[in-house]
């Protein structure tokens, strides 16, 4: 059992920067791959990135690539989200997730069994 829960969302300026940090408990972190999503109002909750449990791959979203990144702290049970040039499209509620046996070859919601609750990240023009 794995609980996530995420922190460092807010407001912030379209070119502005925001680190997201999703905390874990549960022994068996450092054998997850971690995932971040979002869902804005009206739409469909989407992949943004994730990592693999070693930290050595990791997966972007073609709209956020070059300027998101994800890392891992197996040490501190953390996976954070760093967001540069944010634009008003990235305003979403941004989800951390957890899975055992994710392959990386699919980024679906339903391909990871551990959610957080969410946090809200708020892009203005």
């Known amino acids: 059992q794995v609980q996530l829960v995420e922190s460092g969302g807010g407001l912030v300026q379209a070119g502005g920067s925001l680190r997201l940090s999703c905390a874990a408990s549960?022994?068996?972190?450092?054998?997850?791959?971690m995932g971040w999503f979002r869902q804005a109002p009206g739409k469909e909750r989407e992949f943004v990135a994730a990592?693999?449990?070693?930290?050595?791959?990791?997966y972007y979203a073609d709209s956020v690539k070059g300027r998101f990144t994800i890392s891992r702290d197996n040490a501190k049970k953390t996976v954070y989200l760093q967001m540069n040039s944010l634009k008003p499209e990235d305003t979403a509620v941004y989800y951390c997730?957890?899975?055992?046996?994710?392959?990386?070859?699919?980024?679906?919601?339903?391909?990871?069994?551990?959610w957080g609750q969410g946090t809200l990240v708020t892009v203005s023009e």
């Open positions: 997730a957890a899975d055992p046996n994710w392959s990386g070859y699919t980024k679906l919601p339903e391909e990871f069994k551990y």
């Open positions: 549960g022994r068996t972190f450092s054998s997850y791959a």
């Open positions: 990592i693999s449990w070693s930290g050595g791959s990791t």
